[in-house]
């Protein structure tokens, strides 16, 4: 099983070795950064050679929804207190409604009183929480039946099982491979 946080690694290595090449498409990632991300291509190219692996770390973790690599590599690992959850869990799946909430203790509410028979999946996007169904985590190249899903409670924010969520997190980075 591939580990979150050390995926994120290999894909911030292989974005210096883009940049250090001058590669266009990982210029462009630089604007990921707050300090880049109204930059044109010519202050990117600029910025290129100062650019070091603490920079693509930081882009690698803002791609992901996290607001640093330090927020991310919490997360990922599964450490108690992570600080936010990413927008990994955020599909584009073409105007699904889910139920979104401002806080867990409404999300967490809403799933309790779902039937047995139609469980929903506690989810997070960034600070805020939705439930969603098996379609939708299909959607994310996530299995709804995967033994994870029981270890947590079906509930990503406040997971019985961090290891399990963090098993999670790296299957679906797995999913997203390639489609950057």
Known sequence: MMDPVRELKTRAEL???QLASNDA?????LRALPELGRADEAALAAAAP?????HCLAVVARECGFSSWESAR???AGEPGAPELGTLLYGRDGGVLHHWFATYEEARAHV???PEASPG???AYKH???VADRAFVASLGLDPDDPDWQAIGWDWARPADLAARSRL???????MRGRA
């Open 15 to 17: 974005l210096h070795k």
């Open 128 to 130: 805020h929480f939705f």
């Open 50 to 54: 100062g650019i070091r692996r603490k």
């Open 74 to 76: 919490l997360a990922l």
């Open 121 to 123: 999946y506690l989810l």
């Open 25 to 29: 498409k990982a210029l462009l990632r």
């Open 169 to 175: 997190y790296a299957k679906r980075l797995a999913s």
């Open 112 to 114: 309790d009183a779902l």
